[in-house]
DNA sequence: TCAGAACTAGACCGTATAGTACCGTAGAAG
DNA sequence: CTTCTACGGTACTATACGGTCTAGTTCTGA
């Protein structure tokens, strides 16, 4: 018994930084933990006791670093949310000074979807669904730094498109809201309610994004170019 | 105490069908409570002693009626989602010989709309999103009675559309994928994530449908009406 | 009228949970 | 080395759950 594997030794292990005191070590090792037990077995299947035992501390210690169990849930929601909603705004805003729309929307369209469809970001997006009637604020939280802030950056820059001549729409808001849900929502709404016992492989996944921005463009891009806005997505699943 | 509104007297209520017997009205009434209970908390946040209490049933009888709480979760899950999934079929299929496509488009969306929209219907979504991990035959069982129904349906009317000229396309199911989401996605989504306190209006919805319906035609209708495609949803909270 | 089936009420079992109390120990600061 | 704080381990409380069992009651069908 207790062979654990000495989490950090009197030096502190290099990618911990050196002034991340025991304390703070603790409370990001119950954070993970709790990330990882919520994630699998949602907020009313998973126990305190397996958060305290997968993070090697006691239960006492997570106890003192989070209240509850409530705003433990909230914390690591929190969290997971603000670092999986980052990096994409960037490119979203470089859309504007594009010389070629069409390739660059491709990009960023393939770009969101992985991002969408990466297995933790599923699992999230499931557990806030279901407890979004416990937790109502995470539910907001999620969609805001979720899908409405992309959907935000998106009709920002639409919306220069469009005087730029790029685009053809009146109401940015909405243009947005459906480039976001053609390319997301095939694959999206299939991992949802299908699980992830065959998850879309990226190949797929790219040529879900392609042909959502076919038909976005069909709908909202210049006249031309009038061919058929599909080229087979190959309808997986 | 003890003030229950006398389920059924002597006489039977007239809304129960005189050949359903005593066992079968009790069976009724279990899978009455337990799809509420089941809906409102959850699978495992139900438990079987409220669900008896609410279908005024002892538990002993539940559970000769159910061998499980499993089974009977699966039971009304099946049952909720088949009785769900079934009038907008004929309409589709009918639209194959429409004179007015852009017009009964436009119909059968904000019927296809209005119908998901149903509290029932989002908060059976919700849940078989939540349980998809531990029944997943379940998920499979909705999205093929539910999405998977419609486009299915969907596609093989756009296909002979196509044929007749009304539409450009040359991939249905995709091109009914793509119908279908573009209708639902925005409202759906909200809803999802940011729970039913405000839900939308009839009104909103229908906006959503028109707006999903006009970029639907203008990626795959014929090449005329060449305005943009859009005319302010609303875009609802 | 009467036997048997179906029901009720509630005790009961084993287990699991959220959260607390106790106490001995390890680590950092002086 | 001492001291103080945080931690580990674990027993504990109180409660809740799924599911079973018993004993008494009501309904059904002939």
Known sequence: MDNRPVRAGPTPEPSELPDERRSARKRRAILDAATDVFLRNGYPGASMDEIAALARVSKQTAYKHFSDKRSLFSEIVSSAVDEAGDPVHDEIVELENSCDVEADLHHLARQLLRRVMRPRILQLRRLVISEAGRFPEL????????????????AEVFERLAVRGALR?????????????????????????????????????????????????????????????????????
């Open 139 to 154: 539910g907001r939280t999620f969609y805001e730094q979720g899908p409405g802030r992309t959907m935000a950056a998106l």
């Open 169 to 237: 729409l009146d109401d940015s808001v909405l243009a947005a809201a459906h480039f976001n849900w053609l390319v997301m929502s095939i694959p999206l709404n299939q991992a949802m309610l299908l699980g992830e016992d065959q998850p879309a492989t990226p190949a797929q996944l790219d040529r879900y994004a392609d042909a959502g921005v076919r038909a976005f463009l069909g709908a909202y891009g210049q006249a031309k170019r009038r061919s058929a806005p599909t080229a087979s997505a190959g309808q997986g699943g």
